[in-house]
């Protein structure tokens, strides 16, 4: 029971609650692998990608990190091609900050590289208002510029070490063994 709250917020308090719930009971039917995997080279990247996006179901937040050049819009574009939608048309949303797709999901293809980080930064993306979209996959360049932002539900972090013409190590991790660590 809520009480002292206006109706409307009343109704935006369920809806979030439904959102969390549905986002939780995702993370218990997710099959995204988790480990560590070595990419010599960038289709190897792309694959690893398409291999995940095959098992997104909606819902899921996929933090990804890396340096420069790493290699993140490349799993992206993996990703991309898994949901149905064309691989050259995903680009770094460096200055519209958020790309949508409609695929089998909707991709929100977000890029925080320009921002400050903490919460200005999940704002500035309006974060909180694509959480609500239940058919929704986000997938977070530079994630670490959302500081300790909380996060619900399904919640994944790739970190992609290397660049240049050197192999890359890539690793996935549920986020939920280290909620209280910043995104890093
Ligand atoms: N093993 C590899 N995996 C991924 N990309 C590789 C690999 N080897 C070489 N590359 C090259 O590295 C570049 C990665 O570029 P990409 O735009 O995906 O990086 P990014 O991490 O998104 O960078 P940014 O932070 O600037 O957005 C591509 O040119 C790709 O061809
Ligand atoms: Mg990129």
Redesign the pocket.
Known sequence: MLIGVHPRESAAIFSLCMTLQRRDSSAAQSQIPTGEWI????N??FSLGQHVGALLIGGEILLLS??????????VKGIAAALGLDPAEVT?PTFTLVNPYSGRLTLYHI?L?RLDEGASAAHAVDLDELLLDERAVLVI??AERLGRYPLPGSVWRIV?SG?G?Y??SISIRPYENDRQQEII
């Open positions: 990419s010599q080279e960038a190897e990247t890396g340096p420069l050049g790493a290699g993140k819009t490349v799993f770094s890029d590289y360049e530079w992609i660049d013409d192999p890359r």
